[in-house]
């Protein structure tokens, strides 16, 4: 048991900011705020420290893309366009240096997902940055990747014969996987009803989950003209929970998120416009989004920005127009809200899981650091304990 004492506690909920005591038992947290400290609970005094929940990424490839060693990346089965069958679970990697990085700053779980270069990539799921086993390191499945535009164009489309090599083939592609699920949803109805026998497939089988079961669909999507695409076939198919990553011209369409209630994860924009696409990329969007009434979550989309640098990201946002009172939710209630992990994470309650961080100031000011760490009540990362000077680290 511990107790983290004399905090500024950032509860991330309605609640707010109180003072006092964060106390962990377990992996749970178990008492908020002017709570009695036990006898047996190791007491840590963070002397007027900010205290919030570990921070979330809910767009993210680590684990996935191993650090250091981009050739070893599991995130994109090239084999086709289609790969509905594959799961992240399966490729992610619990040692995989970025995890180390991002749990010591702060960055406690990640919807770690596959990559971009498919139109449909698989399955995504949620998993804390601490552990020695993917399988401890698990919360949920939390979505089916898909993606638009240049990324499964350049992908596919340079190899010769391969579908998609346009926005129409991109778009064609999705609809058509979307049409082979209904059809395979209706025929194991049928022989279901008919108690006949039915031979599965496990692409259409998680398929099906997104047009019966509401297992998100969370496309990747940086133009606006993109982005508009994913909301008519989303409307053609009745797919209801969804939600756009990247999201890099949001903001010209603010309007159009908000009226379908659809969340925005929005990053990472520190980039230059490496590709015609991100031409527009700017540090605004999460702001203007928000001001239209969007549910806003702010990425790194590691290892594209590294994990460890959310912070830097919230705080960019921030000085360009996010609100600063919503700054902690952007990177924690919201996307676990999003990916719906929020029972677990994203907020310092009792009967949540014990991911807690404390931070020598506001978390997203440049100049402030963590000072301690807990990933399921494991005191993870102490400063004063863990503090290695890099000169130590290098590898020849």
């Not at 002397?47 to 680590?62: C, E, R, Y």
């Not at 552990?131 to 535009?149: H, N, Y």
Request: with cysteine; proline share 5%; glycine share 10%.
């Amino acid at each position: 048991m511990y107790a983290l004492t004399n905090g500024v506690i950032h509860t991330a909920t309605d609640e707010g900011t109180v003072d006092g005591a964060v106390l962990i038992d377990g992996s749970e947290i178990v008492g908020i705020g002017d709570v009695e400290i036990p006898a047996k609970a190791t007491v840590i005094d963070v002397d007027g420290d900010h205290i919030t929940p570990g921070l979330v990424d809910a767009h993210s490839h680590a684990g996935m893309a191993e650090w250091g060693e981009p050739e070893d990346g599991d995130f994109n089965e090239g084999t086709d366009a289609v790969t509905p069958h594959v799961s992240a679970l399966d490729g992610f990697h619990p040692r995989d240096e970025e995890l180390k990085h991002a749990f010591r700053n702060g960055v406690t779980s990640v919807s770690a997902r596959m990559g971009s270069g498919n139109v449909i990539g698989g399955i995504i799921c949620s998993m804390k940055t601490y552990g020695l086993t993917a399988d401890e390191m698990f919360i949920r499945e939390d979505g089916m990747k898909a993606a638009m535009g240049e990324n499964p164009k350049r992908f596919h489309g340079e190899r010769e014969g391969r579908q998609p090599s346009t926005r129409p083939g991109v778009a064609a592609t999705l609809r058509q996987s979307l049409m082979e699920a209904e059809d395979y949803v209706d025929r194991r109805e049928h022989a279901r009803n008919e108690n006949e026998p039915f031979e599965r497939d496990l692409g259409m089988e998680n398929l099906a989950r997104v047009l019966t079961e509401g297992l998100p669909l969370r496309v990747h999507a940086h133009r606006a003209d993109d982005i508009m695409t994913v909301f008519r076939i989303a409307k053609e198919f009745g797919v209801e929970n969804l939600s756009i990553e990247h999201a890099t011209e949001g903001h010209v369409i603010a309007e159009e998120f908000a009226e379908r209630d659809v969340p925005a994860i929005v990053g990472p924009s520190i980039s230059s416009a490496s590709k015609y696409e991100l031409r527009n990329i700017t540090f605004e969007t999460p702001g203007i989004l928000r001001e239209a009434g969007v549910k806003v979550a702010i990425q790194t989309d590691a290892p594209v920005l590294p994990q460890q640098h959310l912070d830097v990201c919230v705080g960019l946002a921030v000085r360009e127009g996010f609100p600063a009172d919503e700054a902690l939710e952007a990177v924690t209630r919201y996307p676990a809200e999003i990916l719906g992990i929020d029972d677990r994470v994203g907020t310092l309650e009792p009967g949540t899981d014990a991911d807690v961080a404390v931070w020598d100031g506001t978390f997203h000011e440049n100049g402030t650091r963590t000072q301690h760490v807990f990933v399921d009540g494991k005191h993870v990362f102490d400063r004063e304990r863990d503090a290695v000077d890099p000169r130590e680290e290098y590898e020849w």
